[in-house]
Protein backbone atom coordinates (compact mmCIF):
# COMPACT_ATOMS: atom_id res chain seq x y z
CA UNK A 1 0.00 0.00 0.00
CA UNK A 2 2.87 2.76 0.80
CA UNK A 3 4.61 1.57 -2.42
CA UNK A 4 1.25 2.29 -3.81
CA UNK A 5 0.72 5.82 -2.19
CA UNK A 6 4.38 6.99 -3.12
CA UNK A 7 3.75 5.98 -6.75
CA UNK A 8 0.05 7.96 -7.12
CA UNK A 9 2.36 10.91 -5.70
CA UNK A 10 4.83 11.07 -7.55
CA UNK A 11 2.69 10.47 -10.85
CA UNK A 12 0.47 13.55 -8.94
CA UNK A 13 4.22 16.03 -8.76
CA UNK A 14 5.49 14.59 -12.54
CA UNK A 15 1.58 15.41 -13.89
CA UNK A 16 1.90 19.21 -12.32
CA UNK A 17 5.62 19.62 -13.35
CA UNK A 18 4.60 18.67 -16.68
CA UNK A 19 0.83 21.20 -16.93
CA UNK A 20 3.80 23.98 -15.59
CA UNK A 21 5.82 23.48 -18.43
CA UNK A 22 3.58 23.35 -20.89
CA UNK A 23 1.08 26.31 -19.71
CA UNK A 24 4.39 28.65 -18.53
CA UNK A 25 4.09 31.71 -20.64
CA UNK A 26 7.19 32.80 -22.38
CA UNK A 27 10.20 34.48 -20.78
CA UNK A 28 9.63 38.83 -20.51
CA UNK A 29 12.14 39.02 -22.91
CA UNK A 30 10.35 41.52 -25.64
CA UNK A 31 11.62 44.87 -26.68
CA UNK A 32 9.56 47.34 -25.17
CA UNK A 33 11.41 50.05 -26.82
CA UNK A 34 9.56 49.27 -29.98
CA UNK A 35 5.99 50.57 -28.61
CA UNK A 36 7.92 53.90 -27.49
CA UNK A 37 9.41 53.74 -30.60
CA UNK A 38 6.73 53.39 -33.00
CA UNK A 39 3.70 56.04 -31.15
CA UNK A 40 6.60 58.73 -30.91
CA UNK A 41 7.40 59.01 -34.59
CA UNK A 42 3.99 58.72 -35.87
CA UNK A 43 2.45 60.59 -33.42
CA UNK A 44 4.83 63.38 -34.14
CA UNK A 45 4.57 63.09 -38.14
CA UNK A 46 0.72 62.95 -37.42
CA UNK A 47 1.40 66.52 -35.99
CA UNK A 48 3.32 67.30 -38.93
CA UNK A 49 0.09 66.55 -40.90
CA UNK A 50 -2.04 68.70 -38.71
CA UNK A 51 0.15 71.90 -38.76
CA UNK A 52 0.07 71.48 -42.82
CA UNK A 53 -3.72 71.99 -42.90
CA UNK A 54 -3.88 74.32 -40.37
CA UNK A 55 -1.26 76.42 -42.32
CA UNK A 56 -3.61 75.09 -45.91
CA UNK A 57 -6.56 76.68 -43.61
CA UNK A 58 -5.02 79.74 -43.22
CA UNK A 59 -4.06 80.39 -46.76
CA UNK A 60 -7.28 78.56 -48.01
CA UNK A 61 -5.61 75.73 -49.41
CA UNK A 62 -7.63 73.06 -47.69
CA UNK A 63 -11.09 73.84 -48.44
CA UNK A 64 -11.33 74.95 -44.41
CA UNK A 65 -11.35 78.66 -43.81
CA UNK A 66 -10.09 77.71 -39.67
CA UNK A 67 -7.74 75.59 -38.33
CA UNK A 68 -7.47 73.81 -34.77
CA UNK A 69 -7.35 76.98 -33.15
CA UNK A 70 -9.38 79.64 -34.79
CA UNK A 71 -8.70 81.61 -37.91
CA UNK A 72 -4.82 82.36 -36.53
CA UNK A 73 -4.63 78.52 -35.72
CA UNK A 74 -0.87 78.83 -35.70
CA UNK A 75 1.48 80.46 -33.63
CA UNK A 76 4.08 81.14 -35.90
CA UNK A 77 4.92 83.59 -39.27
CA UNK A 78 3.11 81.80 -42.08
CA UNK A 79 4.05 83.06 -45.47
CA UNK A 80 2.43 82.34 -49.40
CA UNK A 81 4.32 82.14 -52.47
CA UNK A 82 2.91 83.42 -54.61
CA UNK A 83 0.33 84.97 -53.00
CA UNK A 84 -2.54 84.72 -55.26
CA UNK A 85 -5.53 81.93 -56.36
CA UNK A 86 -4.79 80.84 -59.50
CA UNK A 87 -0.70 79.80 -59.57
CA UNK A 88 0.55 76.89 -58.82
CA UNK A 89 2.91 75.42 -57.04
CA UNK A 90 2.53 77.50 -53.98
CA UNK A 91 5.37 77.07 -51.53
CA UNK A 92 3.99 77.50 -47.63
CA UNK A 93 6.54 78.78 -45.07
CA UNK A 94 5.44 78.03 -41.37
CA UNK A 95 8.53 80.13 -39.07
CA UNK A 96 7.89 79.45 -35.36
CA UNK A 97 11.17 81.31 -34.92
CA UNK A 98 14.40 79.78 -32.73
CA UNK A 99 12.14 79.98 -29.65
CA UNK A 100 9.39 78.57 -30.62
CA UNK A 101 5.81 79.08 -29.35
CA UNK A 102 3.61 76.49 -27.72
CA UNK A 103 -0.36 75.59 -29.02
CA UNK A 104 -3.45 75.11 -27.07
CA UNK A 105 -2.60 71.50 -26.66
CA UNK A 106 0.58 72.37 -24.86
CA UNK A 107 2.43 71.23 -28.03
CA UNK A 108 5.93 73.24 -28.39
CA UNK A 109 7.20 74.21 -31.84
CA UNK A 110 10.21 75.47 -33.58
CA UNK A 111 12.28 75.68 -36.62
CA UNK A 112 10.39 75.83 -40.02
CA UNK A 113 8.28 73.88 -41.75
CA UNK A 114 8.21 74.22 -45.81
CA UNK A 115 4.99 72.91 -47.69
CA UNK A 116 5.00 72.88 -51.44
CA UNK A 117 1.44 72.62 -52.90
CA UNK A 118 0.77 71.32 -56.29
CA UNK A 119 -2.96 72.06 -56.21
CA UNK A 120 -6.03 72.95 -53.57
CA UNK A 121 -4.79 70.09 -50.83
CA UNK A 122 -8.93 69.40 -50.80
CA UNK A 123 -9.26 68.58 -54.66
CA UNK A 124 -8.54 65.29 -55.83
CA UNK A 125 -5.04 64.66 -57.03
CA UNK A 126 -3.57 67.28 -54.94
CA UNK A 127 0.22 66.91 -53.94
CA UNK A 128 2.15 68.24 -50.83
CA UNK A 129 5.92 68.34 -50.34
CA UNK A 130 7.34 69.15 -46.68
CA UNK A 131 10.85 69.64 -45.87
CA UNK A 132 12.26 70.57 -42.28
CA UNK A 133 14.93 73.60 -41.16
CA UNK A 134 16.13 73.23 -37.93
CA UNK A 135 12.13 71.94 -36.94
CA UNK A 136 11.38 70.93 -33.16
CA UNK A 137 7.93 69.06 -32.02
CA UNK A 138 8.01 69.24 -27.86
CA UNK A 139 12.26 68.74 -28.01
CA UNK A 140 12.11 66.52 -30.80
CA UNK A 141 13.70 67.43 -33.56
CA UNK A 142 11.98 65.74 -36.97
CA UNK A 143 14.04 65.51 -40.18
CA UNK A 144 13.25 63.84 -43.37
CA UNK A 145 10.79 64.24 -46.13
CA UNK A 146 6.85 64.25 -45.44
CA UNK A 147 4.18 64.04 -48.26
CA UNK A 148 0.74 63.94 -48.61
CA UNK A 149 -1.53 62.79 -51.64
CA UNK A 150 -5.30 63.56 -52.08
CA UNK A 151 -6.17 59.76 -53.72
CA UNK A 152 -9.85 60.72 -53.74
CA UNK A 153 -11.71 59.27 -56.87
CA UNK A 154 -13.91 62.35 -56.70
CA UNK A 155 -15.63 65.19 -54.92
CA UNK A 156 -18.03 63.28 -52.51
CA UNK A 157 -15.11 61.29 -50.74
CA UNK A 158 -11.74 62.00 -49.24
CA UNK A 159 -8.74 60.09 -49.04
CA UNK A 160 -5.45 60.23 -48.73
CA UNK A 161 -2.15 58.94 -48.38
CA UNK A 162 1.43 60.32 -46.48
CA UNK A 163 4.64 58.62 -47.72
CA UNK A 164 7.40 59.70 -44.62
CA UNK A 165 10.99 58.52 -46.14
CA UNK A 166 14.36 58.67 -44.56
CA UNK A 167 12.46 60.30 -41.45
CA UNK A 168 14.63 60.80 -38.18
CA UNK A 169 13.46 61.82 -34.59
CA UNK A 170 15.99 62.88 -32.07
CA UNK A 171 15.10 63.11 -28.80
CA UNK A 172 16.68 65.92 -26.00
CA UNK A 173 18.99 63.56 -24.78
CA UNK A 174 20.24 62.52 -27.91
CA UNK A 175 18.22 59.47 -28.64
CA UNK A 176 17.78 58.74 -32.32
CA UNK A 177 14.70 56.54 -34.07
CA UNK A 178 14.41 56.16 -37.74
CA UNK A 179 11.73 55.51 -39.88
CA UNK A 180 9.93 54.90 -42.82
CA UNK A 181 6.01 54.80 -43.51
CA UNK A 182 3.12 54.95 -45.66
CA UNK A 183 -0.04 55.79 -44.45
CA UNK A 184 -3.39 55.81 -45.79
CA UNK A 185 -6.75 57.36 -44.62
CA UNK A 186 -10.11 57.92 -45.01
CA UNK A 187 -11.99 61.12 -43.64
CA UNK A 188 -14.73 59.76 -41.52
CA UNK A 189 -15.76 63.42 -40.15
CA UNK A 190 -15.77 66.85 -40.69
CA UNK A 191 -16.07 66.61 -44.04
CA UNK A 192 -18.75 69.23 -45.19
CA UNK A 193 -17.60 71.70 -42.33
CA UNK A 194 -15.55 74.58 -43.06
CA UNK A 195 -13.26 74.23 -39.70
CA UNK A 196 -10.40 71.76 -38.86
CA UNK A 197 -11.40 70.97 -35.51
CA UNK A 198 -14.14 68.36 -36.02
CA UNK A 199 -12.11 66.82 -38.73
CA UNK A 200 -11.47 62.85 -38.34
CA UNK A 201 -9.37 60.18 -40.38
CA UNK A 202 -9.68 56.76 -40.07
CA UNK A 203 -6.54 54.55 -41.72
CA UNK A 204 -3.71 51.83 -41.63
CA UNK A 205 -0.41 51.98 -42.07
CA UNK A 206 3.00 49.76 -43.00
CA UNK A 207 6.48 51.20 -41.78
CA UNK A 208 9.90 50.03 -40.48
CA UNK A 209 12.58 51.69 -38.90
CA UNK A 210 15.44 51.60 -35.76
CA UNK A 211 14.04 52.34 -32.59
CA UNK A 212 15.77 54.55 -30.20
CA UNK A 213 17.46 51.38 -28.21
CA UNK A 214 19.00 50.37 -31.76
CA UNK A 215 17.09 47.58 -32.43
CA UNK A 216 15.00 47.26 -35.49
CA UNK A 217 11.43 46.84 -35.92
CA UNK A 218 8.81 47.10 -38.56
CA UNK A 219 4.61 47.58 -37.78
CA UNK A 220 1.27 46.96 -39.40
CA UNK A 221 -1.43 49.18 -38.21
CA UNK A 222 -5.35 49.07 -38.93
CA UNK A 223 -8.24 51.17 -37.94
CA UNK A 224 -6.18 53.84 -37.18
CA UNK A 225 -8.75 56.74 -35.24
CA UNK A 226 -7.11 60.20 -35.51
CA UNK A 227 -9.08 63.12 -34.42
CA UNK A 228 -7.47 66.57 -35.64
CA UNK A 229 -8.27 68.37 -32.57
CA UNK A 230 -7.05 65.36 -30.23
CA UNK A 231 -3.24 65.71 -29.65
CA UNK A 232 -2.99 62.10 -29.50
CA UNK A 233 -4.00 58.65 -31.61
CA UNK A 234 -7.44 57.74 -30.32
CA UNK A 235 -7.81 54.34 -31.22
CA UNK A 236 -6.55 51.36 -33.50
CA UNK A 237 -4.09 48.52 -33.61
CA UNK A 238 -0.58 48.30 -34.46
CA UNK A 239 1.43 45.00 -35.00
CA UNK A 240 5.37 45.13 -33.99
CA UNK A 241 7.74 42.72 -34.88
CA UNK A 242 11.14 43.79 -33.45
CA UNK A 243 14.49 42.38 -33.45
CA UNK A 244 13.33 39.68 -35.59
CA UNK A 245 11.10 38.25 -32.91
CA UNK A 246 8.35 35.86 -33.81
CA UNK A 247 6.26 37.36 -30.94
CA UNK A 248 4.96 40.43 -31.77
CA UNK A 249 3.97 43.50 -29.63
CA UNK A 250 0.48 44.73 -30.16
CA UNK A 251 -0.65 48.25 -29.37
CA UNK A 252 -3.86 49.29 -29.07
CA UNK A 253 -4.42 52.77 -28.60
CA UNK A 254 -7.99 52.60 -26.72
CA UNK A 255 -11.65 53.09 -27.30
CA UNK A 256 -11.83 56.54 -28.94
CA UNK A 257 -11.31 58.45 -26.00
CA UNK A 258 -8.60 61.58 -26.60
CA UNK A 259 -6.14 60.78 -24.12
CA UNK A 260 -2.25 60.04 -23.87
CA UNK A 261 -2.53 56.45 -23.17
CA UNK A 262 -2.06 53.09 -24.37
CA UNK A 263 -1.26 49.72 -23.74
CA UNK A 264 1.35 47.31 -25.27
CA UNK A 265 0.80 43.28 -24.98
CA UNK A 266 3.35 41.14 -25.34
CA UNK A 267 2.49 36.94 -25.22
CA UNK A 268 0.30 36.75 -21.71
CA UNK A 269 2.00 40.33 -20.33
CA UNK A 270 0.27 43.82 -20.97
CA UNK A 271 0.98 47.29 -19.99
CA UNK A 272 -0.67 50.40 -19.91
CA UNK A 273 1.94 53.12 -21.25
CA UNK A 274 2.01 56.76 -22.27
CA UNK A 275 2.54 59.14 -24.81
CA UNK A 276 6.33 60.55 -24.43
CA UNK A 277 5.71 63.40 -26.82
Known sequence: MKKKIRFSFALVVLSGLIFSACTKPKPKTFDADAGTSYTTVDNLFK????????????????????????????????????????????????????????????????????????????????????????YYVNGVKLEGHYALANTSPNANSRTFVDTITNAKATTPDGKVCTWEATRSSVQTGGFSTLIISDDEYTGQAVSSGVGFNGNPWDAVSKDILWKLNCRYLSSGIVTIHSNNDPTPVIVDFGDGTCDNKYTATYDVYKFDLLFWY
Do not use: M, W
Open 47 to 134: DVNKTVNDAAAENSLNGKNEGIGGINAICANVTLSPNDFTTFPKTVTVDFGNVGCTDQYGVTRKGVLTAVFTDYLHNPGAHVDVSFTN
